[in-house]
C-alpha cells in the first residue's frame, strides 16, 4: 500500500527530499511514510490519477514530470501558470492544485542565508533551463531593476528574457563568453548560478560561470547547486570579496512551503535542514 506523501520523478534514487521531508512528519507527530516514486513517463498520467483518492495528501514533483504534469491537474496557481512547471500537486478533496514553490524557496533562502532582498537589484543569472525560468519569474516578482541572463544556448536565453518581458520588466539575454559577461557580471549586486556548472558528478564539476576577477566585492552569489555545498563559482565570489550562498536553502524552503500546504501546520525548519545536511555530509 502506497504513502499519501511523496516524490515522483525518472529516475528518483538522487532524491534528498524524503529525507527531510520525514525528519519534519515525525517531528510533527504526522503517521505518514514520505516515499520516492519512480515513475516512468508513460506511467505518469495513472500515478496522478491515485492522487485524487481519498486521505491523499500531496506529491512533489521532479524531473522530468514538471511540465508533463501540466494538463493532469485541475487548478494551477498562479506561481505553477507563470513559471509553466509544477513541483507539487495538493490533493484537496479529490480536486489536484499544481503549484510552484522553487520560487518562493528562492527569495526565502536569498533571504534567510544572504540577508539579501532583491528589490532594486542589479542581477545577473546564469543559465536558462528550468530552474532558471523559476528565479528568473521570482526575481521578477521580487522587483530587480535589471536582470541580465547568460546562457551557453544563447536563444533560450533569449527565449526566457521574451517570456517573462513585460512593461519595463525587458531581461537582457547574452551568451557566456568571457567577453560577453564581462558587460553584465562585474556590475551586478546578484549572481546567481542555475547551470548544472559545478555538480557534483556531472560532467563540468570544478567549472565555473564567472571568475573572481570578473564579479564584485558588492555581490551576493547563489548557486542553485546544492552537492557539493561550496562549489567553485561560490569559492570564486568568496575570493572576490562577496557573499556565497549554496543551493540547499533553496531545496528546503521549497519543501519547506510544500510541507506547509501539505499538512496545513508550521514546519519544523531546524529539524528538517539538520536532516538533509546531516545526509549530504555523509554522502
Ligand atoms: P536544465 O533545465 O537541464 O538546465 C541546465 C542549464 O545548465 C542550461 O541552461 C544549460 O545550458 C546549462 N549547462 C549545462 N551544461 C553546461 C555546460 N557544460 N556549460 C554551460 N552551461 C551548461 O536543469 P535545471 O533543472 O535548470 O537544473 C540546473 C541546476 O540547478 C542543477 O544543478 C540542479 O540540481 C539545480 N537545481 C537546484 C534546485 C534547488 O532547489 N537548489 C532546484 C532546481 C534545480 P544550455 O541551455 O546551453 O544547454
Known amino acids: 500500500m502506497s504513502s499519501n506523501i511523496g516524490v515522483m520523478g525518472h529516475p528518483i534514487g538522487h532524491t534528498k527530499s524524503p529525507i527531510f ?24 498520467e495513472d500515478k496522478v490519477a491515485t ?26 496557481t498562479e506561481a505553477a501558470e507563470s513559471v509553466g512547471a509544477v513541483n507539487w500537486i495538493f490533493n484537496r478533496d479529490g480536486k489536484l492544485i499544481g503549484h ?23 542581477a545577473v543569472v546564469f543559465g536558462a533551463g528550468g530552474a532558471a525560468r523559476a528565479i528568473v519569474y521570482a526575481l521578477k516578482t521580487a522587483g530587480v531593476n535589471r536582470l541580465t541572463i547568460a546562457n551557453r544556448t544563447v536563444e533560450k536565453a533569449q527565449a526566457l528574457a521574451n517570456d517573462f518581458s513585460e512593461g519595463r520588466f525587458k ?12 558587460n553584465y557580471v562585474p556590475y551586478a549586486n546578484l549572481l546567481v548560478n542555475t547551470t548544472s556548472l559545478g555538480m557534483a558528478g556531472g560532467p563540468a564539476e570544478l567549472a565555473t560561470p564567472a571568475t573572481a576577477d570578473m564579479i564584485s566585492a558588492d555581490a551576493v552569489g547563489y548557486d542553485a ?39 496545513g501546520k508550521t514546519a519544523p525548519v531546524d529539524t528538517m535542514f539538520t536532516a538533509l545536511e546531516r545526509a549530504l555530509k555523509s554522502g
Not at 52 to 71: D, N, S, W, Y
Not at 106 to 117: I, T
Not at 171 to 182: F, I, N, Q, V
Not at 232 to 255: C, S
Request: net charge negative; charged share 25%.
Open 225 to 263: 547547486v546544492y552537492a557539493p555545498p561550496m562549489t567553485k563559482f561560490l569559492r570564486e565570489v568568496e575570493e572576490a570579496g562577496g557573499e556565497p550562498a549554496g543551493g540547499m536553502t533553496m531545496l528546503v524552503f521549497q519543501g519547506i512551503e510544500g510541507f506547509e500546504m501539505a499538512t
Open 100 to 122: 510552484n514553490t522553487d520560487c518562493n524557496g528562492f527569495l526565502r533562502a536569498l533571504k534567510e542565508e544572504a540577508g539579501f532582498d532583491p528589490k532594486g537589484a542589479d
Open 21 to 44: 521531508q520525514q525528519a519534519g512528519l515525525n517531528e510533527l507527530g504526522i503517521d505518514e511514510t514520505f516515499e520516492a516514486w519512480d515513475v516512468l513517463p508513460e506511467d505518469l
Open 171 to 182: 531581461p537582457t539575454a547574452t551568451g557566456m563568453s568571457r567577453d560577453e559577461l564581462s
Open 51 to 76: 492522487f485524487r483518492e481519498k486521505g491523499f495528501i500531496a506529491a512533489c514533483v521532479t524531473l522530468p514530470h514538471k511540465q508533463a504534469v501540466i494538463p493532469m491537474v485541475d487548478e494551477l
